[in-house]
């Protein structure tokens, strides 16, 4: 199954029957991609997704699984794993980090940062995110863009596992030199 807009399109109406896949990852914390597989297929009906991922998009159930397996379980493991990452970056510079509530998290806040009076909310996403061209992703893209704007989300973005040292926040102030850039 090619990773094309009919796809993606699809997969925008399918993803709604899914919970939370990240409060899933936060309240379980697996340890390894084999452990977080387990967690998903203990709480989620894969089966009922990539049937109607199949049935939308006229492709084998084979290709279905395949493509739900690694948007659903490897994407958020890494995720998950980025989001760690950031956590303790976020935390070696004397910041303490909570996990936002649910309306928070719908605004696009994926960690929250305090330290004194400061209160910095965080979206991470990867770079290939913003890489994709088609129209539903330009879409999520301005829509992301904008809700960092309007919620002043400071916005990490990663690429094999390290975090862009060049990611542009402007409307945030320094913010330690923006987390020491990272922690290198």
Not at 53 to 78: C, G, M
Not at 116 to 124: A, E, H, P, S, V
């Amino acid at each position: 199954m090619e990773d094309n807009g009919k796809i993606n399109e699809a997969w925008q109406r399918v993803r709604l029957y899914l919970p939370n896949m990240m409060g899933l990852y936060n309240t379980y914390h697996p340890q390894t991609l084999t452990e977080w597989q387990n967690i998903v297929n203990q709480n989620v009906d894969m089966g009922a997704i990539t049937e109607a991922l199949t049935e939308i998009t006229d492709s084998t159930p084979e290709d279905a699984e395949t493509w739900v397996n690694e948007r659903v379980i490897k994407d958020t493991y890494q995720g998950g794993k980025m989001q760690d990452k950031a956590r303790n970056i976020i935390e070696e510079n004397g910041y303490s980090v909570i996990i936002p509530t649910e309306q928070e998290d719908k605004k696009g806040v994926d960690l929250i940062a305090h330290k004194g009076k400061d209160k910095i909310n965080i979206q991470i996403k990867p770079r290939s995110f913003f890489m994709c061209r088609s129209r539903v992703c330009k879409c999520k893209q301005s829509i992301l863009r904008n809700k960092c704007k309007a919620n002043k989300i400071l916005l990490m973005t990663y690429d094999n596992g390290k975090f862009d040292k060049s990611e542009k926040n402007t409307y945030l102030d320094n913010i330690d030199n923006i987390f020491k850039r990272w922690q290198k």
